[in-house]
């Protein structure tokens, strides 16, 4: 019995040691981390860090974090961020970011609020394998736009065969937009919904060095699937292309929808869209419509060329560059 307290004992001595030891580690290696953008002339600024839950567990928080381009054009802060892990289970952790927090574009500052807003990240020495993002509710608020999301559910998975691609899957329970005012309310008039599931090759993996380095660019898309509904008419979306290096797209993208002038009328009588957007939009549409023989029925593929949107080979719009400056 002796023998066995005395194991009993130091083993648990042993393993707290060890909690200590991978908390102090963790901690040390965020701090380095912070250190490391500052040197490389980016505001990464924090107030506290802490790390708890022994002995299960290995919860770093990071109060008040700021991280801000060297230029300014980028940023974020918020009021705390929680990285949530299980000691005996590395490789996986969840994320949970705090009902406010702020993104700094170079179109200005987005307010975002959510609930529940949190993500499950899978990675094996550093790269990304599987991650997923979920929040019952998750507000943007911009200069010119606001936006109102609810249900929000994104899934990412990295392609095996591909080190550079990724497997992923959106779906937004509803969406409402509104003046910068007031965020409406989710509920049954909310403007649309949306699916959607595609495949990004990107520039470089997914890691965490990547991450934290220039922004990573997108190469290629895949949209094997993407659904956007509004009361009973869905307006679907398939297509892929070939980004160039400035992020201007070469490829095919085909649109079908039933009945969409009354989803368009709907939505202008609802006051979601303006009657002068509302009436150009019927217009395009009905151009588009045209060529797939039917004027209520929405059946066409556009071809893309460097962002230059073509049916056949005449041009009817041009694409913005994907690109994250």
């Known amino acids: 019995m002796k023998r066995l307290l005395g194991v009993i004992v130091v083993a648990t001595l042993a393993y707290s040691g060890w909690w ?9 290696s965020v701090a380095e981390w912070f250190t490391e953008q500052r040197t490389a002339g980016i505001q990464a600024d924090y107030a506290d860090l802490t790390v708890r839950g022994f002995p299960n567990r290995t919860d770093l928080t990071i109060t008040n974090p700021v991280l801000i381009a060297a ?5 974020w802060r918020a009021p705390f961020l929680q990285v949530l ?15 406010t927090q702020t993104l700094t574009t170079p179109d200005g500052e987005i307010a975002v609020a959510s609930d529940g807003l949190r993500a499950s990240v ?3 020495d550093g790269n990304l394998v599987r991650s997923n993002l979920e929040a019952q509710v998750l507000n943007l608020s911009g200069p010119e736009q606001a936006l109102a999301l609810a249900d929000v559910n994104v899934a990412l998975q990295k392609i095996d065969v591909a080190p550079s691609s990724y497997r992923v899957a ?8 509104s003046s910068p005012e ?13 699916r959607a599931e595609l495949e990004l090759s990107v520039d470089q993996p997914l890691t965490f060095d990547a991450l934290a380095g220039s922004p990573i660019q997108i190469t290629d898309i895949a949209l094997t699937r993407s659904e956007i509904s509004y009361g009973a008419v869905t307006f679907k979306v398939t297509g892929d292309a070939t980004l160039d290096s400035a992020g201007f797209a070469t490829g095919e993208v085909t649109l079908t929808a039933e009945n969409w002038r009354d989803a368009i009328a709907a939505a202008r009588n609802a006051g979601d869209l ?21 004027r209520d029925a929405l059946d066409v593929t556009l071809g ?15 694409l913005p560059p994907l690109r994250w400056r």
């Open 170 to 177: 959106l779906s937004i329970g509803s969406i409402a937009a």
């Open 20 to 28: 200590f030891y991978a908390a102090q580690d963790l901690r040390s």
């Open 122 to 124: 899978i990675h094996e």
């Open 85 to 99: 892990g299980l000691s005996y289970k590395q490789g996986h952790v969840i994320v949970a970011w705090p009902d």
């Open 71 to 75: 230029d300014g054009s980028l940023g």
């Open 274 to 294: 303006p009657p002068a957007l509302s009436e150009g939009l019927i217009d395009l549409l009905t151009m588009l419509s045209t060529f797939g023989g039917s």
């Open 304 to 318: 893309l060329n460097r962002g230059t949107v073509l049916i056949g080979p005449i041009p009817v719009g041009q």
């Open 182 to 194: 007031g965020v409406p309310n989710i509920g049954p008039d909310s403007l649309a919904s949306m």
